[in-house]
T-cell receptor
């Protein structure tokens, strides 16, 4: 069964550094999403992406965040200057009838 | 503000028992409803969609009450492998997303005891 994949599985970075989280959505899906889950908290929507542009974004998705689909398969989330509070699990998802989630990238900002 | 509220638990239930939990949602415009399951430090996985008429999938039964904005999940003959966090999820579109992100509850933690 096709799956959403994400790399890396874990990322440790220093505050102020840029990070890029990568996702490969399921190939025939059209909508792509990023969510985050701070430890012990609920899963929160960040952004949706369709037809090579952002469809919707939450108030969390500020100017420090950007998304890109640089080629036909990858979907990336960039955090320009990480803060301590960006430490979380970041999930990518893609949609065909329902949303399927990748295994996540655990980001730790020191 | 869109919110989904759940009893966080934990629910400690002996193996073989029936357990039920529920959630409420605040956005009356919500159109699609789901239960996801999340194991510790793993991604959410779709357990089942929830339809207005109620639906069943094996040992799992989901119900939706639009008037009360209330969703329930019933697990019969619980197994040790059912131990997980159950996430109540709603969306503003008829489909499972479209442009809208999913709105998640914080989850109900279920522990099945041998």
């Amino acid at each position: 069964e096709p799956e959403v994949t994400q790399t890396p599985s874990h990322q440790v970075t220093q505050m102020g550094q840029e990070v890029i989280l990568r996702c490969v959505p399921i190939s025939n899906h059209l909508y792509f999403y990023w969510y985050r889950q701070i430890l012990g908290q609920k899963v929160e929507f960040l952004v949706s992406f369709y037809n090579n542009e952002i469809s919707e974004k939450s108030e969390i998705f500020d100017d420090q965040f950007s998304v890109e689909r640089p080629d036909g398969s990858n979907f990336t989330l960039k955090i320009r200057s990480t803060k301590l509070e960006d430490s979380a699990m970041y999930f990518c998802a893609s949609l065909r009838e329902t949303q399927y989630f990748g295994p996540g990238t655990r980001l730790l900002v020191l | 503000r869109k919110e989904v509220e759940q009893d966080p638990g934990p629910f400690n239930v002996p193996e073989g028992a029936t357990v039920a939990f529920n959630c409420t949602y605040s956005n009356s415009a919500s159109q699609s409803f789901f239960w996801y399951r999340q194991d510790c430090r793993k991604e959410p996985k779709l357990l089942m969609s929830v339809y207005s008429s109620g639906n069943e999938d094996g040992r799992f039964t989901a119900q939706l009450n639009r008037a009360s904005q209330y969703i329930s999940l019933l697990i019969r003959d619980s197994k040790l492998s059912d131990s997980a966090t159950y996430l109540c999820v709603v969306n503003g579109r008829y489909s499972g997303g479209g442009a809208d992100g999913l709105t998640f509850g914080k989850g109900t933690h279920l522990i099945i005891q041998p």
